[in-house]
């Protein structure tokens, strides 16, 4: 658009009617929106009107977490099927759910909703992430953890411009059952890259651990991998290779808390699972040691 249009009075109206709708200021757009239409009764509006009326409806009564939820999914959905921007919804979005989250402080104490979604998740959709990461930390160390709140977490780290500790989450999710279907919801382009470049997708977060392409996953205490052991005990024998692989590429990279013989067995498991993988890691050590 030409810098000059932009000072058109059509254009201006258009711009502060799409303004008031990104602030959920549904009282302002509609009064906006009629003065539009009195004003330019020929010219076209493809989406505003139909947001004004849904929004409208929105408005009117109260949501809590749940059901905002719910209504963002439809709006969202319909949005998807116009002619809006992606810059413009994240924007709605962000307006959406922070309003929410301020009508619903009485819910801040409560690790998740009736529904059982994290608080942390809409915090993330308020694109709030150091609020969603102490949300998501809190949650761990209450109730537990799992590949969904771990991922999560790793796309705060992520947004927050802490890379490696990003990734370091998302090996962690691995760990605990991400599946590769759900590898889209992975925030960090250039990780989820080269995730999706590996010769065999089972086997890509073994492919970064023998690449030296993850964080070395080591505990500061004897304690702490003592954990780590008791936490992943069985699937140490009952999950998939590539998992276990990642397991005991964790055990080797702690070789202070190791025993000779546990070390010495972590390495042979990593030959029996993936030979040429093994060899690459334990190349990669010999160039760095």
């Not at 691995?174 to 086997?203: C, H, K, Q, T, V």
């Amino acid at each position: 658009m030409q810098q000059g249009l932009l000072f058109e009075p059509e254009v201006m109206a258009r711009t502060e009617l799409q303004d008031a709708i990104a602030r959920l200021d549904f009282h302002s757009a509609l009064r906006r929106l009629e003065e539009f239409h009195r004003f330019w009764p020929e010219a076209k509006l493809i989406w505003e009107p139909e947001l004004v009326r849904a929004g409208s409806k929105l408005a009117a009564k109260p949501m809590d977490l749940d059901s905002g939820y719910g209504a963002w999914q439809k709006l969202e959905a319909r949005l998807n099927t116009l002619d809006v921007s992606r810059s413009w919804t994240a924007s709605l979005r962000r307006n959406f759910f922070s309003r929410l989250l301020a009508s619903n402080r009485k819910l801040f104490e409560e690790l998740r909703t009736a529904a059982g979604r994290s608080l942390g998740d809409f915090y993330l959709l308020a694109e709030q992430p150091r609020n969603a990461r102490r949300r998501y930390e809190n949650e761990i160390r209450q109730i537990g953890d799992g590949w969904k709140v771990r991922l999560q977490l790793g796309n705060c780290d992520f947004r927050l411009g802490h890379g490696p500790v990003a990734h370091s989450n998302y090996h962690w999710s691995f760990l605990l059952g991400l599946p590769e279907d759900r590898w889209a919801l992975i925030e960090d382009p250039r990780f989820l890259a080269r995730l999706r470049s590996a010769d065999e997708a089972e086997w890509a977060f073994p492919e970064l651990c023998a690449a030296g392409e993850l964080p070395p996953a080591r505990f500061s205490s004897r304690g702490e991998f003592d954990g780590f052991k008791r936490k992943f005990g069985a699937a140490f024998t009952e999950s998939p290779s590539s998992r276990r692989f990642c397991l005991y590429w964790i055990v080797s990279k702690n070789k202070p808390f190791c025993s000779d013989g546990e070390l010495i067995d972590a390495r042979k498991q990593l030959q029996a699972l993936h030979p040429p993988l093994h060899v690459q890691y334990m190349q990669r050590l010999a160039q760095v040691s």
